[in-house]
């Protein structure tokens, strides 16, 4: 059966420091991945996604970058972290766009 | 560009009375559209999607949908709510196949059932 893993589940960090979130899916292959942030309990708004190796697109301009280095492996990172990147972060992964998608249990950074 | 609305923020319900969540979306071309919810500090978890054929479908714990292509709408219902099903629903909507992978969410709709 397909999994999704998404760690830490939790971070504290300070201003100015780096970041790496990582998820990874498991029992599946070529998915299509996203990162998404989720401010203050509600919206999702849409960070990045990849439907493939090495292609990454996106949605929002901000301090933060994605990689897919493997087929099944979704890494969010910053090199110097700003308060407003505070938020509770999800992965997700489907198939294409008439299947649904899974999420990750998400992290949630603080940055202090 | 494609978009979601979820147009309220909360919907209070009684127990035992009916539930409406409503959902407008904004897409080039066919959509295809879902429906999910999360509990507190939690993933969000599928309950039903439209793709194409009947415009009512059903999905996970009691719950239905109905598209509506004249009205951009896709509102989510059940006919008796639970105290359980309190939690937050988002719409969702993805453009057609030649339009990318992107995955859309609306704002989400906080859901309140009271015994």
């Known amino acids: 059966s397909q999994t999704i893993h998404q760690w830490p589940a939790t971070l504290v960090q300070p201003v100015g420091s780096p970041l790496s979130l990582e998820c990874t899916v498991e029992g599946t292959s070529n998915p299509n991945l996203y990162w998404y942030r989720q401010a203050a309990g509600r919206g999702l708004q849409l960070l990045f996604y990849?439907?493939?190796?090495?292609?990454i697109s996106s949605e929002v301009p901000q301090n933060l970058s994605a990689s897919r280095p493997q087929d099944r492996q979704f890494i969010l990172s910053s090199k110097k972290l700003l308060l407003s990147d505070s938020g509770f972060y999800l992965c997700a992964w489907n198939q294409g766009p008439v299947t649904e998608a899974f999420f990750g249990q998400g992290t949630r950074l603080t940055v202090v | 560009a494609q978009s979601v609305a979820q147009p309220e923020d909360q919907v209070n319900v009684a127990e035992g009375n009916p539930l409406t969540v409503k959902c407008t979306y904004s897409v080039s071309g066919n959509p295809y559209l879902f429906w999910y919810v999360q509990y507190p500090n939690r993933g969000l978890q599928f309950l039903l999607k439209y793709i194409t054929g009947d415009n009512l479908v059903k999905g996970s714990y009691g719950f239905e949908a109905e598209f509506n292509k004249s009205q951009t709408s896709f509102h989510l219902k059940k006919p008796s709510a639970l105290v359980s099903d309190s939690a937050l629903y988002f719409c969702?909507?993805?453009?057609?196949?030649?339009?990318?992978?992107?995955?859309?969410f609306g704002q989400g709709t906080e859901l309140s059932v009271k015994p």
């Open positions: 990849s439907v493939g190796i090495g292609q």
């Open positions: 969702a909507v993805s453009p057609p196949y030649n339009q990318g992978g992107k995955l859309i």
